[in-house]
DNA sequence: TCAGTATGCGAGCGATAGCTCACAAATGAT
DNA sequence: ATCATTTGTGAGCTATCGCTCGCATACTGA
C-alpha cells in the first residue's frame, strides 16, 4: 500500500502551461482527499479527475506523500497569508481589542477552505509536511510570547511561556473546533466569547470585560 | 487500501485460552499502531507481531476496521472508567474546587496510554468508532451544561450551551496537546493554569483565584 | 477412549495500490 | 522546415493489501 519515498521531483522547472497541469492536480487532489480521505484517495484516481495522466502526475510529484505535503504547504502559506496581512496593525491597541481582532483573524485564517483543512488536520499521516505545520505553531506561540512580555505589567498571568501556550491552545482549539464542527457557532458572539476567555484570564478579570449577552445555542465540540 | 465491511465476527463466544489469543491480538495492534500508523499497521503483520495466524485474528475481528475499533473502544472504556469513579464528588464543592479537580481528572484520563491515544486521534480514519468518540464528547458537554445550570447565579456567562462548549473545548484541547506534545507541562502548575482560565471565564475574574507563580516554561502547542 | 466442538493455522486469492518507462505530441529556437 | 527540448501518455510491473477456506490441532464430556 505505501511505497518507497523518492526526495525530488522527476522535473523541477514549471514553465507556461505544465503550470496549468500541476493546477489542476492540486485542485483534483483537493477534490478527493476531501470526498474520499487519504486512504481512498489513489494517485490513479487524482490523476483521472484531474485530466491528467499519472505519468505527468509523477512528472511533478515524486510520490503521494508528496503531493500531499504539497497541498499542506500550500494550504498552510493561504492561511499565513491572511495572518500576516493583518498581524502588524494589532500590536498597539489595548489587550482586549488586540485579542479580540487576533481572534477574529484566527477565524478567518481557518475558514480559508475548511474541508481541505479538515482531511488535513484529521487524516494525513506523519509526513514530513507535519513539521511545516509544528513549526507555523511554534512561531505563533513566539510571537505571542513576545507580545506577553511587553504588556507583562498590565497582567496577571506570572509564567509567560506557560500563558503563550495556553492562550494559543485556546485560540486554535476553538477556533478549530467551531469551524470544523459547528460552523454556525461562528460569528461575532463566538469571537467574544474566546476574546473574553483570554482577557480574563490574562488580566485575572478586568471589569470592561464584562460580555454582551449572547443568543442561545447548543454546546458540543468534537476532539 | 480498502476491503468490504462485514459487521459480526465469525465467532462471538471468549472462552479460556481464547481470551488470550485476543488478548495477545489487541496488545499488537496497539504496538504496530503506535509504531508504523493505521495504513502501515497491515492486518498480516498484526498477527505476526501476536504471535497469531491471521486466520485467528480474523475469527475475532471480521475487519481491519472492526480491529481497530475494538481498540477505540477499549481505550474509551478505560478512560470513562477515570472519570466516573470520580466524577460523582466533585458536584457539591465550590466551583474552584469543582473546576481543578475535573481538570486533574481529564489529564488523569488522557494519561492512560498518551501514545495510543495519539494515533487514535491523529491517524485513526472516520471509522464507524469516531461517533463513538463524538457521543462520549456530547455527553460530558451535556453534563458540564447541566452543572454550569446549577451554578447559574454565580456565573457571569450568560449562554450556558456556548459556555459549556468553550468549557469543554479549552479543556480537553490544553489537557490532550499538554499530554500528546508537551508532557513535561503536565503537573501542578499546569491543572492551576487550566483551572484559572476557566474560573475566570466562567465567573468573571474571582479574587481568590490568583494563581500561584508558577515556574519557567517553554511553550509551544501542537494544533 | 473417542467423538464432537472450539480454537488455531497459513497458503494463497483477487484486488488494487504506488509507480516506471518507452514512447508520442506539442512547443520554441533557428 | 528542422531539430531539440519540454510536456504528456497509459499499459503494465511489482508489491502488498485485506481476507477466505480447507484443514490440523487442542480441549471437553461421556
Known sequence: MTRKIRTKPRKEALQERSKATVDAILKA??????????????????????????GSLYQYFPSKEALVAALVERHMSEMNAVIQAEIGRLMGAPIQETVESAVRLMVEAHSVDPKLHKVLVEQVPRIGALDRIEGF????????????????????????????????GIVEALTHAAVLGRPELLGEPFVHEVTSVVVRYLTGGSPSTNPRPTRGRKGTPLS
Open 29 to 54: 487532489t483537493t477534490r478527493i482527499l476531501v470526498k474520499d480521505g487519504y486512504d481512498r484517495a489513489s494517485t490513479n484516481k487524482i490523476a483521472l479527475a484531474a485530466g491528467v495522466s499519472i
Open 137 to 168: 505553531e511554534a512561531e505563533v506561540t513566539a510571537l505571542v510570547r513576545h507580545y506577553l512580555e511587553s504588556k507583562r505589567e498590565e497582567l496577571v498571568v506570572r509564567d509567560l511561556d506557560l500563558a503563550a501556550f495556553v492562550v494559543v
